[in-house]
Every structure is written in C-alpha cells, then in structure tokens.
C-alpha cells in the first residue's frame, strides 16, 4: 500500500538480493520524510528548550510542544498527557518507580503471561523490593488470553492491570477495552504496553479508558529512541517524578527539602529531551495518517492471512499463535531446524525476520519452546511479493536440513 | 570487475555457511552425552540463541582423558561442541585453558558473522569454565559476575 520507493533502505541489497523486511515487531523502517525531519531540525533549529530566550531556543521548543501535539491528537489524549521518554522500556520503568511509591506488601500486580520483558521485570523487582505479588494471565490452547482466569486473578487486592495490547511474539490481540473494565471495576490502574499496537491500528486512550499506555516511535516508522508515556491527567498531577534534573522544578533550595515539580509533562521530562526524536515521531504520525490507519490495519491483516495459509501447507512448519492469525506477525518453528538456523539461511537470501525467544521467556517456556520461534512480521511497505520470496526461502532452509 | 568479485566471494560464503559437515554433525552429535566419572563440569547458555551446553570433564594427571557435552540449541553451537569435545581428548590442561577462540572458529571453518560468536564459543566458554570451577561447576548467578 506504500511503495517501498518512500524508504530508502529498502532499496538497499543484501547479498545481492532484493531486501525483504520482516521484522517490523522489532522495528519499522523509516521513510524519507521522518529523516527529513530530523535532518531539518538539526540544520535549522538546534537548540535546548523550554530555557534559553534566543530565537533557535525559541524556534526548537514551539517544534517541540507541536510535535507532542500531534502525537496526543493521534492517539486521543490531550498535551500534558504525554511525556516523551527513549521508547517503551523507559516509559515502563518510570511508570513502575512512580507508582511503586504507593504500593505496599501484599498488594497485587496482574500481569500476562504473554508480557515482553520490558512490561514483566520492572513489575518483578518493583515486588521483591515492596513485597507485591505478581501474577499472571493464562493463555488458551489457541494463544489467546484465557479471560474467565482474568476474571478470577483481578479482584480487589489488584492494585494494578499491566498487559500488553498485542502480543510481540504471538499477534495476539488482547481485548484491551474489556480487560481494563475488569480492572476498574475492582478499583486498580489499568496499563497498556501499546508498542505493537500504536500506529498498526487505531488506538484511542479515552475509548479504551486505560490509566496509562506506553509506546515506541520507532516502531511506527519514527526514529529509534523515542518514545511516549501517556498517563491520565488526574493521575499524573498526582504522582511524583522518577528522574530528576533540569527543566522538571518550579523552585530548588540548597537547605534541604523537596523540590516543587512543574506539572505534567515537564515533571516527568527531566533533563534535554530528544527533541529531533519527537519532530520526526510526529512526521511518522502525519505519514501513517495520510496512509490511514484503518487502511494499515486491513493492509496488515491481510498479508497475515495470506502467509498463514501458505505457511501451514509447507509440512513440518506449526504456526505458534492464534487460528485467526493476529497482528500483523506471524511465529512458527520447523520441526528439527532451530529457528536461529532457519534465519540465517533467509537472511542469505535477503529475509530479515527475528528467532528466538522475543523478549518472553516465561512464555516460551510455558508453551515449552525453550529454543523459540521464527517470527515475520509485516508492516505497511510489505507485500504478497515478500511472501512469495519468504515461503521461497523456507523451502530452501528446510532442503539444506533435509 | 570489483563487483563482480564480490559477488563471487558472496555467493562462496552462501554455499559454505552450512557446510555438509556442520549438518552432519547437527543431526549425528559426537561425544553427545553425559560422562558418569567427569571431575569437572559446566553449563553454559546462550540467552540470544536459547542455546544450552553442558561440557564434563575427566581431568587425570594434568591431562583431559575425556570429554563429553549435553545440551541443545543452533547447529553452530551443536556442531562446535561436538569438535571440541573430540579435540580436548588427550589435551594438557594448561592447553585446553589457552585455546584460543579463533581456533574454535577455525574448527567450524564456516565464516561466523558477528552476531552468531557467541554461538560458535558457547562451548569453548563452558570449557573454560569447568577448567576454572572444578566438579560443581559455577551457578547461574555467579556467571553473571563472571565471563
């Protein structure tokens, strides 16, 4: 649906051959127009903001605050509602710090047990240092969340729901909406790792209702190291910064006491922000919106559904993830080929997919992969072409093991 | 001219990546198993890959009489430690402890890129490891403070 002709890497060969990127769950490339951005800034408007008064200070901090704009336009939140962080991990983490502050032994923490890493550890230490209990999700035979456990696990001692929107290994669409109902009605935040999500299909934080959603501009064709924690305002007014520095006080003293914060964003922004990082998020948000984001969905869906039935012709290849496909990835494994095996044999024919365990070691090990899965994973550029050259090239993996 | 040298040394490196040998090893394991009189052993993994490799060793008189491994993982880690544990038989100690990485690529004789050494070492570094823990080996977390 977009020419590949809009990103340059993708016309870069590899190995001789045409580059077929499929590791877009890891992340997306970049078309010219976000290099642009960032290129634009730093030979026209360099500068820190929010504190010198010169014309660049100026120029830089009104770019700035717009491209926070719209990114809160795009996913239906207001301005200081969005705190720009490096990407997923560190919105996470800072999330985890400011509301471990109000957390106490034997309060629980409801996870998945499809969490990344980056939605699980931080939540794991949070609980050996406060004595919290962690517990987790179920999956269906058909790796689909089971609810009526959600049900059970969230009750009145879940202080909070912790999920991930879609799986990064699975595709799995969890269902996002409901599963923060449950949390609300039994009084715990609700928060969504959108890093797979945001940017593939329309995500709205006031129809979903969650407390706070974390995602990754570079995921979404923006660039790498920046990314976005949203919080409810009411929430945020009320928690206190995990990082501290400049640009985040009203007032500091040298005799002791606390600091008084700015509001939200700028308490939560401690220090010189990657401001080209938000200029060029915010192009990506211009350019996936002149895509349509619905369009990107079907467009996705799609090549999911395509390469799902195409793959489970091949013999010896099980689709890990659900039957109706998910989104925008597909996980398999080739019986008595380790995925890392099956991946280097594609990437000699110019395939970039990831193998292994994709940052989910619980659930590799509850679905009793310890060796993981090779995964492809499509985005807006891809085509029925890149399947054709992927369904190719497993063949090939599965001749030189035969 | 350039180019197309290129392009011919690209398409060598494609058809040696993995060689019969590599396969063959892959499939039929040496010394795959573990060794019941073994003075010393260590597991190591490899979180990139999932790869696992358990080496045990019969060190007498200075001197490996023989070697064994357990494990599961990618055909390059399977396939190096199956040409270890066949070379470290007989070997001096104090030659097992300076084996040189490169020797163990050397062995593979396939071009490992960057990202897949620690696949080709896994073994060499489990070796290692024994050499210098002894029969209980190192736990988990000691490894984390030691490489």
Request: with cysteine.
């Amino acid at each position: 649906m977009s020419s590949a002709a809009a990103y340059p890497i993708l016309s870069t060969p590899i190995f001789g051959k045409r580059l077929v990127y499929l590791d877009n769950a890891a992340t997306t490339q970049k078309p010219q127009v976000v290099i642009d951005a960032m290129n634009q800034f730093y030979q026209t408007s360099n500068a820190n903001i929010h504190r010198g008064i010169h014309h660049l200070a100026e120029k830089a901090t009104l770019a700035y605050e717009a491209a926070r704009e719209t990114v809160a336009r795009f996913i239906g939140a207001e301005n200081d509602e969005i705190i720009f962080t490096s990407g997923t991990t560190q919105s996470l983490n800072m999330l985890v710090q400011m509301l471990g502050k109000n957390l106490h032994a034997g309060d629980e923490i409801v996870l998945t047990l499809m969490e990344h890493h980056s939605n699980l550890i931080p939540w794991q230490e949070m609980a050996r240092e406060k004595g919290l209990v962690v517990k987790f999700i179920p999956l269906t035979a058909n790796y689909t969340l089971d609810f009526n456990k959600a049900r059970e696990l969230i009750t009145a001692k879940t202080k909070v729901l912790a999920f991930t929107h879609v799986s990064n290994t699975l595709g799995t669409i969890n269902p996002a909406a409901e599963l923060i109902d449950l949390a609300h009605a039994q009084g715990a935040l609700a928060v969504v790792d959108a890093a797979q999500s945001v940017g593939h299909l329309l995500v709205d934080v006031r129809q979903l209702d969650c407390d706070f959603l974390a995602f990754s501009g570079h995921k979404m064709c923006g660039p790498l190291g920046i990314g976005v924690l949203y919080g409810k305002k009411d929430l945020l007014m009320n928690l206190e910064p995990a990082f501290f520095g400049g640009g985040m006080v009203e007032d500091v003293s040298s005799e002791g006491g606390k600091a008084l914060w700015l509001a939200s964003p700028q308490r939560f922004e401690a220090g010189t922000p990657h401001v080209a990082g938000a200029l060029g998020l915010a192009r990506a948000v211009d350019f996936l919106e002149k895509q349509g984001l619905k369009q990107i969905e079907a467009h996705c869906a799609l090549l999911v559904e395509s390469a799902m039935m195409r793959l489970k012709k091949i013999p010896r290849l099980n689709i890990i993830g659900p039957d109706q496909g998910g989104m925008g990835i597909v996980s398999f494994t080739l019986e008595g080929i380790h995925p890392h095996d099956v991946a280097e044999i594609l990437n000699r024919e110019g395939i970039a997919v990831r193998a292994g365990r994709h940052c989910t070691n619980p659930l590799m090990k509850e679905l009793g992969l310890a060796d993981g899965t090779t995964r492809a994973s499509f985005y807006l550029y891809n085509t029925e072409e890149d399947i054709d050259v992927l369904i190719a090239g497993i063949k090939k993996v599965q001749e030189v093991f035969c | 001219m350039i180019g197309e040298q290129k392009a011919a040394v690209e398409t060598e490196f494609d058809e040696q990546l993995y060689k019969e040998e590599i396969l063959e090893l892959y499939k039929h394991p040496l010394n795959k198993h573990a060794l019941p009189e073994y003075t010393h052993q260590q597991e190591k993994s490899n979180p990139l890959c999932g790869d696992q490799i358990r080496i045990y060793l019969n060190i007498q008189d200075q001197i490996i009489r023989d070697s064994s491994f357990e494990g599961n993982g990618c055909a390059i880690s399977q396939a190096a430690a199956s040409l270890l544990t066949e070379k470290l038989k007989q070997m001096p100690v104090k030659d097992a402890e300076s084996l040189p990485g490169e020797e163990m690529i050397r062995m593979l004789g396939i071009p490992i890129s960057h990202l897949r050494q620690k696949c080709a070492l896994l073994a060499l570094q489990a070796v290692k490891g024994a050499l210098h823990f002894g029969k209980e080996g190192m736990g988990k977390r000691e490894q984390e403070k030691w490489e």
